[in-house]
């Protein structure tokens, strides 16, 4: 008579490398020196929750990571020359360090930890030599993964922050800038992808940009052109803000795009600016809220008659069911006042054009510069499922010719 043996699976053993820490991430972080780096010379053991993942092309071969996986309160990122760093720490993975033996610094705007090296102050671990200073921290019965909760952020400037750097957050209310739509990801040259920039922008008007490899291989796909909440690890070169994103999934822009000009690009990428008569023309200087901003002025040398419209193109408000229009003005010297209109029907002449009149606070302020006044929300309700476009008109005289500065004009809706 035969007897069915009975197997069992095998108990996982997951024993930590680093049996215990000794100091937090927050607190070693705070040894690095403004310039240049120190070597650690004995047992700094932290722990982490990484951030990043190269499965798709971008950080490569360093990790970022933080201190907890929601509500963080430090990062950082190590340097190490092994690619699939995502294999072996995903997203989430919690993580600990030992950063004997290793320099930490500031290299180009940021706070890194990484290998002695002969050619650069921070180096590369060298792969062979990673599992000396990382290892994964188990759960029991393996590597403990968890489910990061991006730290939600009011916008994008609030995100350019060293604080943030290496973080995982979040903001909502973004979209592509408008120069950016119909482009991908990235840019190819005979099949070969090109590290590029994508400018973005939030509701507030506050711009960055994202960031992405020649290597990601979501780099052929169009840019999404909605609205949305995106997540990135934060990241800098230098003084330049370049966020990072781990997949197209950081990028859910479903919403209906908003139309939104802090004038730091050309004057023509959004407006028509039509000059009816006068010598002098909307153009965009160095002052706003913040700067720069559209400016018309119709004195040089004296008060001169003018009359000057700057007249967004067509802004879409087909599938909003609520709409508004606002903006920021400061006055200076005496002189007309500026005024508002929208249209459904452009002709390309505003003479010909019907324009109805809108009505929002306008600085009153003449006698001094910086007094900006938001015009409030104004409705557009009206224009819903069009296309409208918006324009403002300058007029002086030879009696009097103000100064108007225009900044922060915005569309938006649900």
Known sequence: ??????????????????????????AFKTFAPSTGYILIGKDQIFDGYVTSSDENGNFYKTISFQDKSENPTAALQIEVDKGSNYADFPVGAHIRINAKGLRLGTDRGVVKLGSVDPTYDIGRIPGSLVSRYISGVCNGSGLEVVALKPLELQTLKIAQN????????????????????????????????????????????????????GFVTFGSEILPEGKGDLTFVVSRYIADWQMLIRNT??????????????FEGNLTDNWFAVSVSGAQVWNIQQFGDPKP?????????????????????????????????????????????????ITENYTGNPATTVWAPLSGNLD??????????????????????KDVQVA????????????????NVKISGN
């Open 293 to 341: 901003c559209a400016v018309m002025n119709g004195f040089a040398s004296s008060n001169n008659l003018n009359e000057d419209w700057l007249i967004s193109k067509p802004v879409s408000l087909h599938g909003f069911s609520t709409a508004s229009l606002s903006f920021e003005t400061d006055v200076r010297y005496a002189g007309n006042q500026l005024q508002v209109f």
């Open 1 to 26: 008579m035969c007897k069915k043996d009975e197997w069992e699976t095998p108990p996982v053993n997951c024993t930590n490398k680093f049996a215990q820490t000794n100091i937090t991430l927050a």
């Open 162 to 213: 060293e604080k943030y750097i290496n973080m995982l957050v979040k903001v909502s209310n973004v979209q592509f800038a408008a120069g950016e739509l119909g482009k991908t990801y990235i840019n190819y040259v005979a099949e070969v992808g090109e590290d590029a920039n994508r400018n973005i922008v939030d509701q507030s008007g506050n711009a960055s940009s994202i960031r992405n490899s």
């Open 249 to 262: 999934k950081d990028v859910n822009f479903t919403g209906k795009r908003f139309f939104f000009e802090g």
């Open 364 to 385: 009153t302020n003449s006698s001094l510069f910086s007094t900006w006044t938001s015009s409030g929300e104004i409705n557009l309700n009206n224009y819903i499922n």
């Open 392 to 407: 403002f008109k300058y007029t002086s005289t030879t009696s009097a010719a103000a100064t108007w500065e225009l900044d």
